[in-house]
């Protein structure tokens, strides 16, 4: 329950009013600055529920109200609230589905990992899964025990459910879902926010980040119909980001099974990226998928650019996820694209930016050698304007924000 002065602050962001992103209007009323600090006490002193907080943060976002001094909702709430940007688009996501969960069986879940263990299914499915957990519940508390066990008991063949691809956080610019047929990594990355997450993500199915197949998901593209066309991302699926689907130690039938079911989907842009690149050379891929590989440090960039050049693929990418360095590319040949990002981990804030001088450094790089550019949401240090051609698919310059 909120308390009083909490009511007080959802009803006045109820009721802001939307202000366009083309408004030159960047200044808050009085009523709006009074209410966000409220809303921040709250937050800061823990008084308020995950629905609470995402239900106001969908408010902030809807209405513009970070618009004096950030640029986006992501961006306010790590700098006014301390909560991560990855954490913040959660929270919203929660919201929605809880929601949903809410008017159709009257019983919202009271808990934001409760919800993200619904996420990987369709919306029908999550009704279904929900319907059974509050019945067999009985008025008492619903834990995550119960839900997994409902959730196992009807992938092992009680019930049917259509398995599909995940919405990808609102930070993430290159693909507006992921897929994670196969979980786990061995490298032990220090910067990983896989990992990180890894523990308590129902996509690892509780693998933690033991590399694990996850056949079943194989069924995630003929369940998902037609991509939409609502951004410029919205056909393109980021295939086990959970994960390195190419590490060393992953089995050559689970690397086949997955690329055969991509084939499959003609319709979807599938992309998989890898810091073994040297694998890439290995699988011939389909025409509807991206290959990339990560390239967080120099060391990284002679073993991938080797790779490229012997890699048929209709699109090559580097992906500087993070830029941890200053890196020097000697040529970008056989390089489709190039993707800058921030480092950033589950639950710590703030995300750690790459130096600005990195990334001049390989946006002069790419612009001598007219390769296109993009990066994430979360990288503060990137332009916030730039050019947007359309080119073979993907936009050159920066990604539509």
Same mark, same amino acid.
């Given at each position: 329950?909120?308390?009083?002065?909490?009511?007080?602050?959802?009803?006045?962001?109820?009721?802001?009013? #939307?202000?366009?992103? $083309? $408004?030159?209007?960047?200044?808050?009323?009085?009523?709006?600055?009074?209410?966000?600090?409220?809303?921040?006490?709250?937050?800061?002193?823990?008084?308020?529920?995950?629905? @609470?907080?995402?239900?106001?943060?969908?408010?902030?976002?809807?209405?513009?109200?970070?618009?004096?001094?950030?640029?986006?909702?992501? @961006?306010?709430?790590?700098?006014?609230?301390?909560?991560?940007?990855?954490?913040?688009?959660?929270?919203?996501?929660? +919201?929605?589905?809880?929601?949903?969960?809410?008017?159709?069986?009257?019983?919202?879940?009271?808990?934001?990992?409760?919800?993200?263990?619904?996420?990987?299914?369709?919306?029908?499915?999550?009704?279904?899964?929900?319907?059974?957990?509050?019945?067999?519940?009985?008025?008492?508390?619903?834990?995550?025990?119960? &839900?997994?066990?409902?959730?196992?008991? &009807?992938?092992?063949?009680?019930?049917?459910?259509?398995?599909?691809?995940?919405?990808?956080?609102?930070?993430? $610019?290159?693909?507006?879902?992921?897929?994670?047929? +196969?979980?786990?990594?061995?490298?032990?990355?220090?910067?990983?926010?896989?990992?990180?997450?890894?523990?308590?993500?129902?996509?690892?199915?509780?693998?933690?980040?033991?590399?694990?197949?996850?056949?079943?998901?194989?069924?995630?593209?003929?369940?998902?119909?037609?991509? %939409?066309?609502?951004?410029?991302?919205?056909?393109?699926?980021?295939?086990?980001?959970?994960?390195?689907?190419?590490?060393?130690?992953? #089995?050559?039938?689970?690397?086949?099974?997955?690329?055969?079911? !991509?084939?499959?989907?003609?319709?979807?842009?599938?992309?998989?990226?890898?810091?073994?690149?040297?694998?890439? %050379?290995?699988?011939?891929?389909?025409?509807?998928?991206?290959?990339?590989?990560?390239?967080?440090?120099?060391?990284?960039?002679?073993?991938?650019?080797?790779?490229?050049?012997?890699?048929?693929?209709?699109?090559?990418?580097?992906?500087?996820?993070?830029?941890?360095?200053?890196?020097?590319?000697?040529?970008?040949?056989?390089?489709?694209?190039?993707?800058?990002?921030?480092?950033?981990?589950?639950? &710590?804030?703030?995300?750690?930016?790459?130096?600005?001088?990195? +990334?001049?450094?390989?946006?002069?790089?790419? @612009?001598?050698?007219?390769?296109? +550019?993009?990066? $994430?949401?979360?990288?503060?240090?990137? #332009? !916030?304007?730039?050019? !947007?051609?359309?080119?073979?698919?993907?936009?050159?310059?920066?990604?539509?924000?």
């Amino acid at each position: 329950m909120t308390t009083g002065t909490a009511q007080s602050v959802f009803d006045v962001l109820a009721h802001a009013t #939307p202000i366009g992103p $083309s $408004s030159g209007d960047h200044l808050l009323t009085p009523d709006e600055r009074r209410v966000l600090l409220q809303f921040e006490d709250l937050v800061h002193r823990g008084r308020l529920s995950y629905y @609470e907080v995402g239900r106001a943060l969908i408010a902030i976002r809807d209405g513009r109200l970070y618009r004096e001094g950030y640029r986006s909702i992501g @961006e306010f709430c790590v700098e006014r609230l301390a909560i991560c940007q990855s954490r913040c688009y959660q929270l919203m996501t929660a +919201v929605g589905v809880a929601d949903q969960l809410g008017a159709t069986i009257g019983v919202r879940p009271t808990k934001e990992a409760h919800v993200r263990l619904l996420l990987p299914y369709a919306l029908v499915d999550q009704i279904a899964i929900w319907r059974e957990v509050v019945a067999r519940s009985a008025g008492t508390k619903v834990t995550g025990t119960l &839900i997994r066990g409902v959730i196992r008991e &009807i992938t092992a063949g009680h019930c049917s459910l259509a398995i599909r691809f995940v919405q990808a956080e609102h930070r993430m $610019s290159c693909a507006d879902w992921t897929w994670n047929p +196969v979980t786990g990594c061995l490298r032990g990355c220090d910067y990983c926010a896989a990992r990180q997450l890894a523990g308590d993500c129902p996509e690892t199915a509780g693998h933690g980040f033991v590399p694990a197949f996850h056949p079943e998901r194989l069924s995630a593209p003929r369940h998902m119909g037609e991509p %939409t066309t609502r951004s410029t991302a919205g056909g393109r699926v980021l295939v086990s980001p959970l994960g390195d689907i190419l590490g060393d130690w992953v #089995p050559d039938e689970w690397v086949n099974a997955v690329v055969e079911t !991509m084939r499959e989907a003609p319709a979807w842009t599938f992309l998989v990226q890898t810091k073994n690149p040297a694998r890439l %050379t290995t699988i011939t891929w389909p025409e509807n998928v991206w290959v990339g590989a990560t390239v967080d440090r120099q060391v990284r960039v002679i073993p991938t650019l080797e790779a490229f050049c012997a890699v048929l693929a209709t699109v090559k990418y580097i992906a500087c996820t993070p830029l941890l360095e200053l890196v020097t590319m000697p040529s970008f040949t056989g390089v489709d694209w190039l993707h800058i990002s921030e480092q950033y981990a589950a639950g &710590i804030v703030p995300d750690r930016q790459p130096a600005w001088r990195w +990334v001049a450094s390989l946006l002069g790089q790419a @612009e001598e050698a007219g390769c296109p +550019v993009s990066c $994430s949401w979360g990288l503060h240090v990137w #332009p !916030m304007q730039g050019p !947007m051609t359309g080119c073979g698919g993907y936009v050159k310059g920066a990604m539509n924000r």
